[in-house]
Protein backbone atom coordinates (compact mmCIF):
# COMPACT_ATOMS: atom_id res chain seq x y z
CA UNK A 1 0.00 0.00 0.00
CA UNK A 2 0.90 3.43 -0.96
CA UNK A 3 -0.24 6.94 0.68
CA UNK A 4 -1.71 7.67 -3.25
CA UNK A 5 -4.11 4.33 -2.62
CA UNK A 6 -6.11 6.53 0.06
CA UNK A 7 -8.91 7.10 -2.47
CA UNK A 8 -9.24 3.98 -3.74
CA UNK A 9 -8.87 2.48 -0.36
CA UNK A 10 -12.02 5.07 0.99
CA UNK A 11 -14.18 3.52 -2.44
CA UNK A 12 -13.67 0.47 -0.99
CA UNK A 13 -14.37 0.45 2.62
CA UNK A 14 -17.47 2.44 2.37
CA UNK A 15 -20.38 0.06 2.41
CA UNK A 16 -18.52 -1.55 4.80
CA UNK A 17 -20.10 -1.87 8.69
CA UNK A 18 -23.01 0.15 7.56
CA UNK A 19 -20.48 2.83 6.57
CA UNK A 20 -18.69 2.63 9.58
CA UNK A 21 -15.16 0.91 9.03
CA UNK A 22 -12.54 1.72 10.81
CA UNK A 23 -9.88 1.38 8.35
CA UNK A 24 -9.61 5.10 6.79
CA UNK A 25 -8.99 6.08 10.46
CA UNK A 26 -6.10 3.93 10.73
CA UNK A 27 -5.00 4.56 6.96
CA UNK A 28 -1.88 6.76 7.40
CA UNK A 29 -0.72 5.12 10.18
CA UNK A 30 -0.85 1.37 8.43
CA UNK A 31 0.96 2.95 5.37
CA UNK A 32 3.96 4.37 7.65
CA UNK A 33 4.20 1.29 10.06
CA UNK A 34 7.47 -0.39 9.22
CA UNK A 35 7.04 -2.56 11.84
CA UNK A 36 3.48 -4.61 9.46
CA UNK A 37 2.84 -5.68 6.14
CA UNK A 38 -0.08 -3.53 4.57
CA UNK A 39 -0.68 -5.28 1.63
CA UNK A 40 -2.73 -4.67 -1.55
CA UNK A 41 -4.31 -6.62 -4.52
CA UNK A 42 -4.71 -5.34 -8.13
CA UNK A 43 -6.28 -6.30 -10.70
CA UNK A 44 -5.55 -4.64 -14.17
CA UNK A 45 -3.58 -1.59 -12.25
CA UNK A 46 -6.37 -1.38 -9.56
CA UNK A 47 -6.46 -1.76 -5.81
CA UNK A 48 -9.45 -4.15 -5.44
CA UNK A 49 -8.43 -5.73 -2.09
CA UNK A 50 -6.70 -5.09 1.22
CA UNK A 51 -5.07 -6.93 4.36
CA UNK A 52 -2.69 -6.08 7.12
CA UNK A 53 -0.10 -8.42 8.64
CA UNK A 54 1.79 -7.46 12.15
CA UNK A 55 3.81 -9.48 14.74
CA UNK A 56 1.39 -9.05 18.30
CA UNK A 57 3.91 -11.40 20.64
CA UNK A 58 6.45 -13.75 19.87
CA UNK A 59 6.07 -15.60 16.99
CA UNK A 60 2.94 -14.66 16.59
CA UNK A 61 1.37 -12.31 14.00
CA UNK A 62 -1.88 -10.71 13.66
CA UNK A 63 -4.33 -10.38 10.56
CA UNK A 64 -6.54 -7.34 9.94
CA UNK A 65 -8.02 -5.18 8.01
CA UNK A 66 -8.98 -7.47 5.00
CA UNK A 67 -11.27 -5.79 2.44
CA UNK A 68 -12.29 -6.86 -0.92
CA UNK A 69 -13.79 -3.98 -3.15
CA UNK A 70 -17.66 -5.57 -3.79
CA UNK A 71 -17.64 -5.64 -7.45
CA UNK A 72 -14.77 -8.13 -7.22
CA UNK A 73 -16.02 -10.37 -3.97
CA UNK A 74 -16.71 -13.96 -4.60
CA UNK A 75 -13.97 -14.30 -6.79
CA UNK A 76 -11.46 -15.95 -4.34
CA UNK A 77 -9.08 -12.62 -3.84
CA UNK A 78 -9.78 -12.44 0.16
CA UNK A 79 -8.90 -16.37 0.43
CA UNK A 80 -5.75 -15.65 -1.47
CA UNK A 81 -5.01 -12.81 0.44
CA UNK A 82 -5.63 -14.69 3.89
CA UNK A 83 -3.15 -17.90 2.07
CA UNK A 84 -0.81 -15.56 1.24
CA UNK A 85 -0.14 -14.17 5.09
CA UNK A 86 -0.09 -16.90 6.06
CA UNK A 87 2.96 -18.13 4.04
CA UNK A 88 4.55 -14.90 5.00
CA UNK A 89 4.15 -15.32 8.33
CA UNK A 90 5.14 -19.40 8.33
CA UNK A 91 8.44 -18.03 5.84
CA UNK A 92 9.06 -15.68 8.77
CA UNK A 93 9.09 -18.02 11.17
CA UNK A 94 5.88 -17.00 13.23
CA UNK A 95 4.09 -19.83 15.12
CA UNK A 96 0.58 -18.39 14.94
CA UNK A 97 -1.66 -16.26 12.98
CA UNK A 98 -4.67 -14.29 14.79
CA UNK A 99 -7.81 -12.83 13.33
CA UNK A 100 -11.35 -11.39 14.19
CA UNK A 101 -14.18 -11.42 12.19
CA UNK A 102 -17.24 -9.71 12.21
CA UNK A 103 -18.61 -10.58 9.31
CA UNK A 104 -21.29 -13.61 9.73
CA UNK A 105 -20.73 -15.27 6.65
Do not use: C, K
Amino acid sequence: MRPVDRSRIAEISAGVWGGNDYLMEVFDSWVSDPGASFQAAEVDGIVVAVHRLRPIARGVMYYEGLRVAEDHRRRGIGRAMLQEAIREARGLRFRLVRLYTGNPQ
